[in-house]
């Protein structure tokens, strides 16, 4: 079974940093990906980046470039999140999804939401001021 949990979310202050866990089951990276998404009040899930396969191919919103890095731990089957130089835009709640069953995966050239599925509960971050 095939299952994705999102932990490590909080209040931080405005330029500091958070690291976001995804533990996942019930598939492997080698041919699929998983990618972290994003949801503010009011406004549509929005991803914000995604690694897959073994080479490790990963991507990032141009929002987030230069702040977060994705990351992996294969022997804990945990993909993280570590978020730098927070600002108040990235205050959402944050999601794990995987691509698990696509034809391939959905990364190196794009990951968007509908290709991804299995959600996890999600993981609230909020920065402050």
């Known amino acids: 079974q095939v299952q994705l949990v999102e932990s490590g979310g909080g209040l931080v202050q405005l330029g500091g940093s958070l690291r976001l866990s995804c533990a996942y089951s019930?598939?492997?990276?080698?041919?699929?990906?998983i990618g972290w998404f994003r949801q503010a009040p009011g406004k549509q899930r929005e991803g914000v980046s995604c690694?897959?396969?073994?080479?490790?191919?990963?991507n990032y919103a141009d929002s987030v470039k230069g702040r977060f890095t994705i990351s992996r731990d294969n022997a804990k089957n945990t993909v993280y999140l570590q978020m730098s130089s927070l600002e108040a835009d990235d205050t959402a709640v944050y999601y794990c999804?995987?691509?698990?069953?696509?034809?391939?995966?959905?990364?190196?050239?794009?990951?968007?939401?509908?290709?991804?599925?299995?959600w996890g509960q999600g993981t609230q971050v909020t920065v402050s001021s």
């Open positions: 999804a995987t691509d698990w069953g696509a034809p391939f995966p959905h990364c190196r050239d794009g990951f968007p939401v509908p290709e991804f599925g299995n």
């Open positions: 690694i897959s396969n073994s080479n490790g191919i990963t």
């Open positions: 019930g598939f492997t990276l080698d041919d699929s990906a």
